[in-house]
């Protein structure tokens, strides 16, 4: 319980809406706060994707460039290459004035031979084959030198960069000039020609790598899958230019990638270049403006927060205390109590709040209480229980010292005190029943009062009074007396009363359930019994059959430790195992000979005839196997299935040890009754063939009892 008083509470309502109102304005700043956030930052984003795609253009620019002056430089290479005095040496004085733009130089001859440069055999070598014979060109690449056009020519490596060829025609085609173009010259990547975080690739016509700067130089080919993968998905085929995120080697790429168009100045359809640059430093200027906009927003907030929050506190401090008491009192906890000391009309809804709390405590207990009594009386099916449930829980829900239920069931009286027949003058005389049915909302009885002699005492305590409620009004007439007895005058209001009527009705509509099952029971074992013996009426020699085969199984069945719902399955099927017998003539059953062939195959028929019987009625579901299965034998050669073990019903193989002892023990009309032992010895030898080997052994441990 949390105490609010005055000093905690110094402003009235009025007041705290006022302060309320600074709440409400953090709602307008924080909207304004992150519309202004999302904004930047979408800004600042696009001005560095902006940039990226800047530099790359100028990349590719130069990359193009290059190439053309590469190309003016190969041909005049050529033209000095084609002079015949200088030979291969003029070529070489002519590459050298260009500042070694070209790793090695060869001219190929008009007959395919390569004239390396003489100066060393390094600077031409890397452009030969082990055979030394110089690149072969695709059908192509020879149409476009036959042009007179510039070639340039990709050749990838086992290992690093691939080369980039460019050749030209000599004059009067003599033959072919060929340079390995320096990559660090036609990429110009080199130590500070890349902004701080970033990276070049090249990649070729088919997106594989051609260069890659050193801190990508093993993920080129990632990067080529990476890149020809966002083509596909910006639009079908290629894409000139495109701005991505890559992932190389586990960092966090932003790309942007451009196609060099040299597909109609060169034979090389194209080349795109892919400027990339880590994440973390393309979005280090968004991330510190984020930290700032941020802090400025969370300290305008925060300032906002500390300057309402004390008076926020003092207007919500009651609301929060009645909320928690609300809380206790659904999660039933009927004793708990708010105290709010404001002197305005939040103290006045305290109070309320208790005497509610109060309230719903007694309803819900009683509540409770008549809800586990309903329960009890409702579930149970013999009066016997219901008079004790009633004894021993509706004290506490009327707040009587004392309950007895007193009953007339027909000529006798079951009393909770323990003393059948009492207040018999008030049940069972016409003339005390009459007046209770005069009284159906019950009545006070006091010590002066002349009924008070017909109420014996309740257990062993008397009481001196008592309030009594009939049960069971039928045509003015009361089956039953419920009474409460008080030590001292009880005052019954209005609640009280209706509590006892309400139990009175449960009981009544429990006590006739209960009657109507007696009732039900006894006719469903009249009408078993009634069958059985219409059974064992169509012949003289079965007369009384059924019910001894019945109680002999309930015997076995109970040495066998059978449930009690199963022995009362047992002793239904019992009852109606021969049913079918009742379609087989009396002549069949009667006759003194052995039957004939057809005969006995119309006896085998009478389980499935008793099966047809059964099978309309709902509530012989359960013994219909003892019907159909009782002459079926252990070992499969019974009938009418053939059913053998534990396929038998377990119910039908203790009834056919039963069937088997009384019939060969009775007489019937074709032989006389055999001797105990001999039946005995019979079924003791049946077991495993005919009979099931554990019910045998507990019918013989019966019979030598």
């Given amino acids: ?152 020519a990709l050749r990838p490596r086992a290992e690093g960069a691939a080369k980039v060829l460019l050749a030209n025609a000599l004059p009067a085609a003599t033959g072919t000039v060929v340079g390995e173009v320096d990559p660090l010259y036609l990429w110009q990547v080199r130590e500070g020609t890349l902004p701080a975080g970033g990276e070049l690739c090249m990649l070729g016509t088919a ?20 890149v020809a993968a966002a083509r596909a998905g910006i639009r079908e085929g290629r894409t000139d230019s495109g701005t991505i995120d890559l992932v190389v080697g586990g960092v966090s790429y932003l790309a942007n990638f451009r196609d060099v168009p040299v597909g109609f100045r060169f034979s090389t359809p194209s080349l795109t270049s892919v400027v990339m640059r ?73 109070r309320s709040f208790n005497t509610m709390a109060e309230r719903l405590g007694k309803q819900f207990r009683t509540l409770a209480l008549m809800t586990d009594i309903d329960r009890a009386v409702l579930s149970v099916l013999e009066t016997e229980d219901i008079v004790a449930t009633v004894r021993d829980r509706l004290p506490a829900v009327v707040g009587s010292d004392a309950v007895a239920l007193t009953l007339t069931d027909r000529d006798r009286g079951v009393d909770t005190g323990g003393t059948p027949g009492s207040a018999g003058a008030l049940t069972s005389g016409g003339a005390g029943r009459a007046w209770l049915a005069a009284q159906p909302r019950g009545t006070l009885i006091g010590p ?32 039953g007396l419920l009474r409460f007895g008080y030590r001292q005058r009880p005052e019954i209001d209005d609640e009280v009363l209706e509590t006892m009527r309400q139990m009175a009705d449960q009981i009544a509509v429990a006590l006739s359930n209960a009657r109507l099952l007696e009732e039900l029971e006894a006719l469903n074992w009249g009408t078993l019994m009634a069958l059985a013996r219409a059974v064992d009426a169509k012949s003289s020699w079965t007369a009384g059959h059924s019910e001894r085969v019945t109680q002999m199984a309930l015997r076995i069945g109970e040495a066998l430790h059978m449930s009690k719902e199963q022995l009362e399955i047992l002793h239904r099927g019992g009852l109606i195992h021969d049913i079918g017998k009742i379609g087989i003539p009396a002549t069949i059953l009667d006759k003194p000979e052995a039957l ?31 019907v159909v ?61 005919h009979f099931d080997p554990a019910i045998v052994a507990a019918f013989l441990e019966i019979m030598a009892a």
């Fill in 207 to 226: 997106d594989e790598p051609l260069f890659c700067s050193a801190g990508v130089a093993t993920g080129g080919a990632e990067i080529g899958r990476q």
């Fill in 1 to 152: 319980m949390v105490r609010l008083d005055g000093t905690f509470l110094r402003s009235k309502v009025a007041r705290r809406v006022f302060f309320m109102f600074v709440v409400c304005a953090l709602v307008p700043i924080t909207g304004l706060a992150w519309v202004s956030f999302r904004s930047v930052s979408r800004q600042l984003d696009e001005q560095t994707r902006a940039r990226l795609h800047d530099e790359n253009r100028a990349i590719a620019n130069g990359v193009f460039e290059r190439l053309e002056l590469l190309e003016a430089q190969l041909a005049l290479i050529a033209v000095g290459a084609g002079d015949p005095a200088p030979g291969v040496e003029g070529a070489r004085r002519v590459e050298q004035r260009f500042g070694g733009r070209f790793r090695s130089l060869i001219v190929v001859g008009a007959d395919g031979r390569a004239q390396p440069s003489p100066d060393a055999a390094g600077r031409a070598q890397p452009l030969l084959d082990e055979a030394g014979h110089a690149p072969a060109w695709q059908p192509n690449e020879r149409d476009h030198l036959a042009a007179g056009s510039t070639l340039l």
């Fill in 629 to 689: 299965q009782h002459h079926e034998r252990f070992d499969g050669s019974g009938y009418p299935d053939g059913l053998a073990g534990e396929a038998i019903d377990h119910n039908a193989r203790v009834l056919a040890v039963a069937d088997v002892y009384d019939a060969l023990i009775s007489d019937r009309p074709y032989r006389p009754g055999l001797q105990r032992g001999r039946v005995l010895a019979v079924i003791e030898q049946g077991a495993g063939s």
């Fill in 448 to 479: 002066a009062d002349p009924a008070a002699r017909c109420l014996e005492p309740i257990g062993e305590e008397s009481f001196d009074w008592w309030f009594v409620l009939p049960i069971e009004v039928d045509d003015g007439e009361a089956t």
């Fill in 596 to 626: 004939t062939e057809d005969e006995f195959a119309l006896m085998r028929e009478h389980p499935r005839k008793g099966e047809r019987i059964l099978a309309p009625i709902p509530g012989y579901a359960s013994v219909i196997p003892i």
């Fill in 278 to 350: 880590r994440q973390a430093d393309t979005v280090a200027p968004i991330s510190r403006f984020n930290f700032l906009f941020l802090s400025v927003v969370l300290l305008t907030l925060a300032i906002a927060l500390l300057a309402s929050s004390v008076q926020i506190r003092r207007s919500l401090g009651p609301v929060e205390e009645l909320q928690r008491g609300t809380r206790r009192i659904a999660e039933r906890d009927f004793d708990t109590r708010v105290e709010v000391s404001t002197g305005d009309e939040l103290e006045q809804l305290g």
